[in-house]
Nanobody, 131 residues
């Protein structure tokens, strides 16, 4: 059974950068499209990016497009979310989720819906953007 563990969350000043990691164990991530979600206090969970099994042309929410970059490392069985030009509104708990049903070159059409039936979720890592 696939287990996901996020890491890399921290307190950072506005304009700063962080790199989050999501590492899989138990099963190779090669078989999964992976999505990143975040949840701010009092708000719904928001899908922000998804990368297909191919690793090409990730999807990004408008709120992070141009600032965040999603990549995969097949050797390390890990995906990374590089977050630049961070803003206070990027604060929240960041989760990764794995989808085995997605086709090789695409994320599911509903990838950003937190109710989509992902096969596994991580426990989350806290990102705080503040002075």
């Amino acid at each position: 059974q696939l287990q996901l563990v996020e890491s890399g969350g921290d307190l950072v000043q506005p304009g700063g950068s962080l790199r989050l990691a999501c590492t899989g164990s138990g099963v190779s991530l090669d078989y999964y499209a992976i999505a990143w979600f975040r949840q701010a206090p009092g708000k719904e969970r928001e899908g922000i990016s998804c990368i297909s099994r191919s690793g090409k042309d990730p999807n990004y929410a408008d709120s992070v497009k141009g600032r965040f970059t999603f990549t995969r490392d097949y050797v390390e069985n890990t995906v990374y979310l590089q977050m630049n030009s961070l803003k206070p509104e990027d604060t929240g708990v960041y989760y990764c989720a794995a989808d085995r049903r997605a086709l090789y070159y695409y994320c599911a059409g509903s990838w950003s819906d937190p109710l989509y039936k992902y096969d596994s979720w991580g426990q989350g890592t806290q990102v705080t953007v503040s002075e």
